[in-house]
């Protein structure tokens, strides 16, 4: 085993916990846009997205403080396209997603070998991301 990189790790999980923040922000926007008639299982999707980004910040944040880190009062920078076609939507979720699952990514390169309980952490969460990503190809498949 290798010896952890604290600070990195810590910096990376900071970025883990803004991103999800703002994964609060932007699902719970999501769910307030959708309009048609499939609004009511869309808008259920949406504002569960929204409830596992706050869960997955809090599990961050609980790491961060018992690595001695200071949790981040910010959130990461949103756009606002002000294109809110269900299309739209999804299309920016799928974009969201796959960024997140970079950053969880950048976590498991920073852990690998250094600590067993970050790496499986950063594992599922991985698996997490790329099953939403999975779930919007789907979702977006009708629209093609």
């Given at each position: 085993m ?7 790790t ?7 916990m803004?991103f999800?923040?703002?994964?609060v922000v932007?699902y719970?926007?999501?769910?307030l846009m959708v ?5 009511i299982?869309i808008?259920?999707?949406f504002?569960?997205?929204a409830?596992?980004?706050l869960?997955?910040a809090?599990q961050?944040g ?5 690595l001695?880190g ?7 920078p ?6 809110h076609t269900?299309?739209n939507i999804l299309?920016e979720?799928?974009f ?5 699952l970079?950053?969880y ?14 790496e499986e952490?950063?594992?599922?969460m991985i698996?997490q991301e ?11 498949r009708d629209?093609s």
């Open positions: 290798q010896e952890l990189d604290k600070q990195k810590i910096d990376i999980l900071n970025a883990i803004e999800e923040l703002a994964g932007r719970t926007h999501y769910s309009t048609g008639p499939n609004r299982p808008v259920n999707f504002k569960a997205q409830s596992e980004s869960l997955h809090q961050v609980e790491i961060l403080t018992g001695d200071h949790p981040s009062l910010k959130i990461a949103m756009e606002e396209t002000y294109e269900v299309k299309a979720s799928l969201h997603e796959n960024k997140a970079d950053l990514k950048t976590l498991l390169g920073t852990v690998s070998n250094a600590s067993i309980y970050l952490f950063a594992r599922g698996g790329e099953m939403h990503s999975l779930e919007l190809k789907k979702m977006l629209f």
